[in-house]
């Protein structure tokens, strides 16, 4: 299967010159998570203001009174859904923010790949043994996970569990039990996101999200 093509995660940007209360800047493209709960979900921000912003998302997002924004850079900031349609949201910042420093990509943490908490019991099959883990975290080119048998550093393995694909994957560091994982092949960023949606359903069996969103089919990584 082939690698998706990277999206531009750099601070172009473009003016929006349709009025409104706060200059609002267009930005190319910027992945995020969407925080709902305890849950979080990706999306990708399309423009953004002193006091709100929108997003293009991949599924319906259920609306709940607690919400926020986390940027690539870590930097989280709570908000309100204000409306939704065809798969675009916006949203109110329930207090202003410096958007002058986000859209040229200024922060006090540095930028990273998108890494969505998961606690996902997994299979790890290496040297023809089938090992028990859980996947504690996932981002389109990797993950970590907590296995108490050892791993050896570039070992090959694949990963197996109920509504995912089989990942074949890396090891690329381990400390105390915990694995970090480079995988084979790449993620679509709408095939992470109904992935990421996926799991987090069958961990919220039962509620108000489960029942409003019917989980979706997987797709294959790199679709």
């Known amino acids: 299967m082939k690698s998706s093509p990277e999206m531009p995660q750099g601070p172009e940007m473009s003016i929006d010159v349709e009025p ?3 200059p609002r800047f267009t930005l190319l493209i910027r992945t995020a998570k969407l925080i709902i709960d305890d849950q979080q979900f990706l999306c990708v921000v399309r423009d953004i203001s002193a ?4 997003i293009r998302s991949f599924h319906p997002i259920n609306k709940c ?3 926020a924004i986390e ?3 870590g ?3 709570p908000a309100s859904m204000v409306w939704q349609r065809d ?3 916006g949203f109110e910042f329930h207090t202003p923010i410096e958007v002058d420093a986000i859209v040229m990509g200024l922060s006090d943490y540095p930028k990273r790949d998108l890494r969505f ?3 996902l019991p997994v299979t790890l099959q290496a040297h023809g043994m089938r090992l028990k883990a859980n996947l504690a975290n996932l981002s389109r080119q990797g993950g970590n996970v907590h296995c108490s048998s050892k791993l050896s550093i570039d070992q090959l393995i694949r990963i197996e569990a109920p509504g ?7 090891v690329r560091w381990r400390k105390d039990g915990v694995y970090g994982l480079v995988f084979d092949t790449t993620f679509s960023l709408a095939n992470l996101a109904l992935l990421i949606r996926d799991l987090n359903l069958r961990s919220k069996l039962g509620s108000k999200i489960a029942r409003a969103c019917p989980p979706p089919t997987a797709g294959a990584i790199g679709q």
Do not use: V
């Not at 006091?51 to 929108?54: A, D, L, R």
């Not at 995912?164 to 890396?170: K, N, T, V």
């Open 117 to 119: 908490d998961l606690k």
């Open 65 to 67: 009174d607690r919400i």
């Open 51 to 54: 006091t709100g912003f929108s």
């Open 20 to 22: 409104r209360a706060a």
């Open 71 to 73: 940027l690539q850079s």
């Open 87 to 89: 798969g675009e949201a």
């Open 75 to 77: 930097d989280c900031y």
């Open 164 to 170: 995912m694909p089989e990942i074949e994957a890396r």
